[in-house]
């Protein structure tokens, strides 16, 4: 790269897009906010927060606050040294933790041994510039490797068949770890811990200045033992009423087995694993309660639910679902990431049985597009022009989230009208079932395209539909409809050109007859 083209600046523009342009004023890269030209919004900032994350910030005149817009790094464990260093950041802490180990390069151990100390399900990183290699080896040649090389830190073997091994020569190391990850750490330790601490080291060093000395630190080092052992025990015996409380409280609340609205017992709900923020796992017994044994009916494989009182949920069972456990989860958790959009169903949990698989999501109260649609028709009002094109943006607003606003892109796979939910005085159009064609059967399919690229066909091609019988008003609209259409998939607009074109008053070329 020479001079010229070098990256000078980092620029946050008024429409929502954050980009690094070079001393020519060209885009060499760029990223868009949520709200991307939204009219509604007048203020936006760019900052680096003090968890480490950069993120935009978009003040919202009605609620009169500041949303995130933006962030450059959707999972905070992914920030390096976000839980610290020598830590490991994660749903579940590991035991012992990482900053209670004495990491070993060599004369730190004072003579000792040194053992390679097992981390699965974790990643390790070090220090910005990294001073990693890589390697294509075997999970215990990478640990022997790194325990007979005097100047390795620790190993990340991935457990995802590709057998990379990652060598960390830094001593600044953090991670981050849950059950999802698929990758086995080696951390380099001493075998026997250090005998003295500093201060127990100088405590002997001033014995000999004087026996009064000596017996009043013994007295105020006992009393203080004492009292951190009363406070102790007081806190945890308190602990326990106030948790022994809330279960006989809970308990007494329950309502009538037949009730719809039965939650999950207390003692079920201490047992649910988190993986992913708010994301819960049910067994199918607890899923059974919480939906009235699949009474409550919104669809052909979709039920209403309550969670203990707190939410109301839709319960999907999955059919065809033959993935594995690991596989589901992997899946389960990018879907979860996926789900915090605005224009997306979020997902709130799932149960995995041998023969059930079903995902939890929040309710949208309202119907289906195809339903909103036909409903008036039969009132005789179209709903306005205007009011389609809200909803188009909003589909393709959440296409562009899953295709490139995700960590690992995701196709929605089976995008139709039943899948497009209007809420009850929300104007936000949601997306539903996105990205399940991972956890079915593949179907045998001998299209050169891809399934982001099957989505934008299905986008035209459901506006087109709705859109042929227009005049004038929509004919951009229209056209906009045939390019997405295309057979050659090189020539269909990307989503994000697409979200572009509906949010502007740009003008379109006549594509060719698809």
């Known amino acids: 790269m020479n001079a010229s083209a070098a990256m000078v600046e980092a620029r946050l523009q ?40 950069l993120r935009i910030y978009s003040w919202v005149a009605a609620e ?3 949303k995130i817009s933006w962030q450059a ?108 990850v ?48 009363l406070i102790t025990a007081g806190v945890f015996l308190t602990a326990e009423l106030l948790l022994f409380w809330f279960v006989v409280r809970r308990r007494r609340r329950r309502l009538d087995v037949g009730d719809i609205r039965r939650p999950v017992s207390v003692a079920e709900e201490l047992q649910v694993k988190m993986l992913h923020g708010d994301l819960v796992r049910l067994s199918i ?18 039920f209403k639910g309550f969670l203990s009182h707190r939410a109301t949920v839709t319960a999907k069972l999955l059919t065809g679902a033959v993935v594995s456990e690991r596989e589901f989860l992997i ?55 205007r009011q389609r094109m809200n909803v188009a943006v909003g589909v393709a607003r959440a296409l562009r989230h899953l295709h490139l606003g995700c960590k690992t892109s995701i196709a929605h796979g089976n995008l139709k009208a039943a899948n497009v939910l209007i809420a009850d005085g929300d104007p936000a159009t949601k997306v539903a079932d996105y990205g399940l064609q991972k956890l079915r059967q593949p179907a045998a399919d001998s299209s050169p395209e891809t399934l982001p690229e099957r989505d934008v066909f299905m986008l035209g091609s459901r506006q087109w539909r709705r859109w042929r019988r227009g005049r004038e008003a929509v004919e951009r609209a229209m056209r906009l409809a045939l390019w997405c259409m295309q057979e050659s998939p090189k020539l269909r607009p990307s989503i994000a050109e697409v979200v572009a074109v509906l949010e502007s008053s740009l003008s379109l070329e006549l594509p060719p007859s698809p």
């Open 14 to 53: 008024a429409d929502g897009v954050f980009g690094l342009f070079d001393a020519g004023g060209a885009t060499a890269w760029f990223r868009l906010s949520e709200d991307f030209k939204d009219p509604t919004v007048a203020l936006r900032h760019l900052r680096i927060d003090l968890d480490g994350n």
């Open 64 to 66: 009169s606050s500041w």
């Open 73 to 180: 790094v959707q999972n905070q464990c992914d920030v390096f040294g976000f839980c610290g260093l020598y830590s490991l950041c994660g749903s579940t802490p590991p035991a012992p933790p990482a900053s209670a180990w004495q990491i070993a390069d060599l004369g730190s151990c004072g003579g000792a041994a040194v053992a390679m100390r097992a981390l699965e399900n974790t990643v390790l990183h070090s220090l910005y510039p990294p001073r990693d290699a890589e390697a294509l080896m075997s999970s215990e040649a990478c640990r022997r490797y790194c325990l007979d090389d005097s100047s390795c830190i620790a190993v990340t073997v991935k457990n995802d068949g590709s057998g990379l091994c990652t060598i960390k020569r830094s001593s600044f190391i953090a991670g981050y770890s849950y059950s999802a």
């Open 182 to 229: 698929a990758a086995t750490s080696f951390l380099k330790t001493c075998l026997v811990p250090q005998a003295v601490s500093g201060m127990a080291a100088a405590a002997a060093q001033g014995f000999h200045g004087g026996a009064v000395d000596s017996r009043r630190r013994r007295q105020d080092s006992t009393a203080a033992i004492a009292l951190v052992l």
């Open 285 to 302: 017994e607890e899923v059974e309660i919480l939906t009235g044994g699949f009474r409550a009916k919104l669809g052909p494989t979709v």
């Open 331 to 385: 899946q389960v958790v990018a879907l979860s990431r996926a789900g915090g959009h605005q224009n997306l169903v979020a997902m709130k949990g799932f149960s995995f049985g041998s023969e059930k698989k079903i995902l939890l999501y929040e309710y949208v109260r309202g119907c289906s597009l195809d339903r909103w649609l036909a409903r008036r028709r039969v009132d005789r009002c179209g709903g306005g022009w």
